[in-house]
């Protein structure tokens, strides 16, 4: 049985978020008007991890070497980066354009035209 996560043929496809940036879910059952961010993304399978969307539960027995308790942990699942939809500077969901100045290529939003940072969290 093939596998549906499986990547395509070779072709790459454009991928233009990146970890760290606010998105919307359009699709999907945590769909909603609240921006999250992406922790993670999977280019070669076209998913990205979101912070606090698609929770599943996992079970892990206990490994006293790696100091793991064991249990049922609630963590994120990896979805479609289809469901998702960047977030601009005011809150609305916006796709996604480049801007060329001199050898600088900066990301621009659609919406209203604004930069969007590249976002550093500290941990």
């Known amino acids: 049985m093939p596998n549906k996560f499986k990547p395509s ?3 790459k496809s454009k991928i233009r ?3 760290n940036d606010m998105v919307v879910v359009i699709a999907g059952k945590d769909k909603g008007a609240k921006a999250h961010r992406v ?3 999977i280019a ?8 606090g969307v698609g929770m599943i539960k996992k079970h ?3 490994d006293p070497q790696k100091n793991i308790a ?3 942990l609630e963590q994120e699942a990896p979805i479609h980066i289809s469901n998702v939809m ?4 005011e809150g609305k969901r916006t796709r996604l354009g480049f801007q060329v100045e001199g ?4 990301r621009i939003a659609r919406t209203n035209g604004g930069v969007i940072a590249d976002k550093k969290f500290k941990k």
């Open 9 to 11: 043929n070779g072709s």
């Open 17 to 19: 978020i990146k970890r």
């Open 39 to 41: 922790l993670r993304v």
């Open 44 to 51: 070669d399978k076209q998913r990205v991890l979101v912070e």
């Open 60 to 62: 892990v027995k206990p």
């Open 70 to 72: 064991g249990g049922i």
């Open 86 to 89: 960047l977030v601009d500077s």
């Open 103 to 106: 050898d600088k290529k900066t």
